[in-house]
């Protein structure tokens, strides 16, 4: 494992260039996650249409890991409904090897693609990073943890 | 610079390998390493004297006990207290701090009065305050940092006076290195009738000290930061505040006699070590304090001092590194706090880890100080008699790496 798969272009351009950053003024959900040891913050925002996520908007700071995931995160989820995202956090995390079962996703269902998240994987072979790329996954899940039915929390 | 690096070879964790490099330590600001001295003596004390202390008529017994306050002698000499007696075995600084802020803050603080800090101290040296504060109905007020990364004396005038009882300071920044001029605050606070209480996690471990010359009232220091195991560390008191303080924990061995109802308390220390100490700890303590006498402190200081200042001049070579901390090794500890352009620090620790480089990043239990430069996290390397300009210069080879990474230019 080499840094340069740790540190991938992609994962930078996200780090500088965060994606769907800001608040929204009235979400539909809130939350907000630390990371206590490393200081990582995230404050995220989600906006419903039905069972859709219609917007996310993300503040944060910290480290390249925690706000790139962040970022690659929002715009996963922009426009997937809440089972989609469900499934999308379990594929994240199966790939972070925090759950079990990454040989058995089926690639074929919806919402199932990873993206630029894929990036992410060099992450799970440095144990002290991995809650630093999962500090947003579990922000979103509190945040629809609220919502009737999410189904989403991770 | 002087030469300590034949001492390298009592290290025996110095020549392992990590991720494939010989290990670079530069984390001993948070806990130094261990020499294989302080390792036998605590060994030998298992294998052939071991035994609880202060009860017992047996031999094994009376030899553990020996020890034991053969260790507090040592250390007790390590800062030229005037007597063994003086010393309190605690289980570090922080139990150090809580134990004067527990057993003598929380009986003389009343609403009003204040506990006067600076912005650089450690939790440690915080938190213990703001929890009796809160019983006592204290306020806590700061001393705050000037452009230099000094503690403001010059704001001393405005905020000491008789209000203040309780003036705590570190010896030594964790995070920036500052040596804050600790004996000229506590005769100041010594006119106003406030006690003086010196957080010395760092202090101990890389100056030479003198209590009797310093003039303060109570301080705090950990075995773990100057080669001696975890789970132990002193606090030297003034012998007449120590004999007015209260216990701020009670059981077994802090008593001469105990009723139904009432107890009356065994003779300073005894009276602030409840409960079966960590003997083997404070034997390895003696031992870890003895190595450094070997060396001599003045000679641990000018090492560091040498270290800090080639340091600090190879990292000023490293395009978008900035140092926060007293400009000049004379000023400062070898502790050295930074950032690199955009790098998160902890980027920086993982990049720096797998090049064998191990430094610590966050905010060192320093959050006020932090928020105070306006920095969630930094990057810290600290040296130790251990380290060498090698070292120094594994650390920038690494940081290059990191600028390749990120593509800082």
Same mark, same amino acid.
């Given at each position: 494992?080499?840094?340069?798969?740790?540190?991938?272009?992609?994962?930078?351009?996200?780090?500088?260039?965060?994606?769907?950053?800001?608040?929204?003024?009235?979400?539909?959900?809130?939350?907000?996650?630390?990371?206590?040891?490393? %200081?990582?913050?995230?404050?995220?925002?989600? &906006? $419903?249409? =039905?069972? *859709?996520?219609?917007? !996310? @908007? #993300?503040?944060?700071?910290?480290?390249?890991?925690?706000?790139?995931?962040?970022?690659?995160?929002?715009?996963?989820?922009?426009?997937?409904?809440?089972?989609?995202?469900?499934?999308?956090?379990?594929?994240?995390?199966?790939?972070?090897?925090?759950?079990?079962?990454?040989?058995?996703?089926?690639?074929?269902?919806? %919402?199932?693609?990873?993206?630029?998240?894929? &990036? $992410?994987? =060099?992450? *799970?072979?440095?144990? !002290? @990073? #991995?809650?630093?790329?999962?500090?947003?996954?579990?922000?979103?899940?509190?945040?629809?943890?609220?919502?009737?039915?999410?189904?989403?929390?991770? | 610079?002087?030469?300590?690096?034949?001492?390298?070879?009592?290290?025996?964790?110095?020549?392992?390998?990590?991720?494939?490099?010989?290990?670079?330590?530069?984390?001993?600001?948070?806990?130094?390493?261990?020499?294989?001295?302080?390792?036998?003596?605590?060994?030998?004390?298992?294998?052939?004297?071991?035994?609880?202390?202060?009860?017992?008529?047996?031999?094994?017994?009376?030899?553990?006990?020996?020890?034991?306050?053969?260790?507090?002698?040592?250390?007790?000499?390590?800062?030229?207290?005037?007597?063994?007696?003086?010393?309190?075995?605690?289980?570090?600084?922080?139990?150090?701090?809580?134990?004067?802020?527990?057993?003598?803050?929380?009986?003389?603080?009343?609403?009003?009065?204040?506990?006067?800090?600076?912005?650089?101290?450690?939790?440690?040296?915080?938190?213990?305050?703001?929890?009796?504060?809160?019983?006592?109905?204290?306020?806590?007020?700061?001393?705050?940092?000037?452009?230099?990364?000094?503690?403001?004396?010059?704001?001393?005038?405005?905020?000491?006076?008789?209000?203040?009882?309780?003036?705590?300071?570190?010896?030594?920044?964790?995070?920036?290195?500052?040596?804050?001029?600790?004996?000229?605050?506590?005769?100041?606070?010594?006119?106003?009738?406030?006690?003086?209480?010196?957080?010395?996690?760092?202090?101990?471990?890389?100056?030479?000290?003198?209590?009797?010359?310093?003039?303060?009232?109570?301080?705090?220091?950990?075995?773990?930061?100057?080669?001696?195991?975890?789970?132990?560390?002193?606090?030297?008191?003034?012998?007449?505040?120590?004999?007015?303080?209260?216990?701020?924990?009670?059981?077994?061995?802090?008593?001469?006699?105990?009723?139904?109802?009432?107890?009356?308390?065994?003779?300073?220390?005894?009276?602030?070590?409840?409960?079966?100490?960590?003997?083997?700890?404070?034997?390895?303590?003696?031992?870890?304090?003895?190595?450094?006498?070997?060396?001599?402190?003045?000679?641990?200081?000018?090492?560091?001092?040498?270290?800090?200042?080639?340091?600090?001049?190879?990292?000023?070579?490293?395009?978008?590194?900035?140092?926060?901390?007293?400009?000049?090794?004379?000023?400062?500890?070898?502790?050295?706090?930074?950032?690199?352009?955009?790098?998160?620090?902890?980027?920086?620790?993982?990049?720096?880890?797998?090049?064998?480089?191990?430094?610590?990043?966050?905010?060192?239990?320093?959050?006020?100080?932090?928020?105070?430069?306006?920095?969630?996290?930094?990057?810290?390397?600290?040296?130790?008699?251990?380290?060498?300009?090698?070292?120094?210069?594994?650390?920038?080879?690494?940081?290059?790496?990191?600028?390749?990474?990120?593509?800082?230019?």
């Amino acid at each position: 494992m080499s840094l340069d798969d740790l540190y991938r272009e992609v994962i930078l351009d996200h780090y500088r260039n965060p994606r769907r950053r800001g608040s929204l003024e009235h979400p539909d959900a809130h939350a907000e996650g630390q990371n206590p040891l490393c %200081g990582d913050e995230i404050s995220l925002d989600v &906006a $419903l249409d =039905g069972d *859709r996520v219609a917007d !996310v @908007r #993300i503040l944060g700071r910290g480290c390249s890991i925690s706000q790139a995931s962040a970022s690659m995160m929002a715009e996963a989820v922009a426009g997937k409904t809440l089972a989609e995202i469900a499934d999308l956090t379990h594929r994240f995390k199966a790939m972070m090897e925090i759950e079990e079962g990454e040989a058995g996703i089926d690639e074929g269902r919806p %919402g199932a693609a990873l993206g630029d998240l894929e &990036a $992410l994987r =060099g992450v *799970r072979r440095f144990p !002290v @990073r #991995i809650k630093c790329a999962d500090l947003p996954w579990a922000t979103l899940a509190e945040a629809l943890s609220g919502l009737p039915a999410s189904g989403a929390a991770g | 610079m002087s030469d300590l690096s034949r001492l390298r070879g009592d290290f025996p964790i110095l020549s392992r390998e990590v991720n494939g490099y010989p290990l670079v330590y530069l984390d001993s600001a948070a806990t130094t390493q261990k020499p294989v001295q302080v390792l036998a003596a605590m060994d030998d004390f298992y294998r052939r004297h071991y035994a609880n202390v202060h009860r017992g008529a047996y031999t094994l017994a009376e030899e553990a006990t020996q020890l034991y306050e053969d260790a507090r002698a040592r250390v007790a000499a390590f800062i030229h207290a005037a007597s063994p007696g003086e010393v309190v075995f605690t289980r570090g600084t922080t139990s150090a701090i809580n134990t004067v802020a527990y057993g003598w803050g929380l009986h003389r603080l009343r609403p009003g009065d204040r506990v006067l800090l600076t912005t650089m101290e450690h939790h440690a040296n915080v938190v213990p305050w703001q929890l009796v504060a809160r019983h006592t109905g204290a306020e806590l007020v700061y001393l705050p940092m000037d452009a230099g990364y000094q503690v403001d004396i010059t704001a001393l005038g405005g905020v000491l006076d008789e209000r203040v009882k309780v003036v705590g300071i570190t010896g030594m920044s964790n995070v920036l290195g500052t040596l804050p001029p600790v004996a000229e605050v506590a005769a100041a606070a010594r006119q106003v009738g406030a006690i003086t209480v010196v957080d010395a996690a760092q202090m101990a471990p890389h100056l030479p000290i003198d209590v009797q010359a310093l003039g303060a009232d109570f301080l705090a220091f950990s075995a773990h930061k100057m080669l001696g195991p975890t789970g132990i560390g002193a606090l030297w008191g003034r012998p007449d505040r120590l004999e007015s303080m209260e216990p701020a924990e009670g059981g077994g061995e802090m008593i001469r006699d105990v009723d139904l109802h009432t107890s009356t308390w065994a003779d300073v220390p005894q009276k602030f070590e409840a409960g079966t100490p960590p003997i083997a700890e404070a034997i390895g303590f003696g031992a870890a304090v003895d190595y450094l006498s070997a060396i001599g402190m003045q000679e641990v200081r000018s090492h560091g001092d040498a270290l800090a200042a080639y340091a600090l001049a190879r990292l000023a070579e490293v395009p978008g590194l900035t140092v926060y901390g007293p400009p000049g090794a004379a000023k400062r500890g070898a502790v050295i706090s930074f950032t690199l352009a955009d790098i998160h620090p902890h980027d920086l620790a993982t990049i720096l880890d797998q090049q064998g480089v191990a430094i610590r990043a966050g905010h060192h239990c320093a959050r006020p100080l932090h928020r105070a430069l306006n920095l969630t996290a930094t990057a810290r390397a600290s040296f130790y008699v251990y380290n060498t300009r090698d070292d120094a210069d594994r650390l920038i080879t690494a940081l290059g790496e990191a600028r390749r990474l990120f593509g800082v230019p």
